[in-house]
Nanobody, 125 residues
């Protein structure tokens, strides 16, 4: 059964850091493009960044230089390292997989068809 399970969310003060994890099962992580997304209350889901099967990464402008995506193929786990967090980063964060195995990734929710349940990140003083 294909499944994505996120963890690592929580509350943090502005300027702090968090690392989110996404454990995948039912497929081999390194063969899929994977993305991280977030959705704040009252807003549409938006892309944060993605990693393709070759390990290439892409980030949206609002998180460039602060967030990093990586994966541990042996653990079938995707990570989102978040540094210098801001109040605007507060949202539910989701990982997602593109089962079409595209050779590249884009940070657009419409390109992904397998989703986790999300983990909440709150940045507040």
């Amino acid at each position: 059964q294909v499944q994505l399970v996120e963890s690592g969310g929580g509350s943090v003060q502005p300027g702090g850091s968090l690392t989110l994890s996404c454990v995948v099962s039912g497929f081999t992580l390194r063969t899929y493009s994977m993305g991280w997304f977030r959705q704040a209350p009252g807003k549409e889901r938006e892309g944060v960044g993605c990693i393709d099967s070759g390990g290439g990464t892409l980030y949206v402008d609002s998180v460039k230089g602060r967030f990093g995506i990586s994966r541990d193929n042996a653990k079938n786990t995707l990570y989102l390292q978040m540094n210098s967090l801001k109040a605007d980063d507060t949202a539910m964060y989701y990982c997602a997989a593109d089962s079409r195995r595209s050779p590249y990734c884009v940070a657009s929710p419409s390109m992904y068809d397998i989703w986790g349940q999300g983990t909440q990140v709150t940045v507040s003083s």
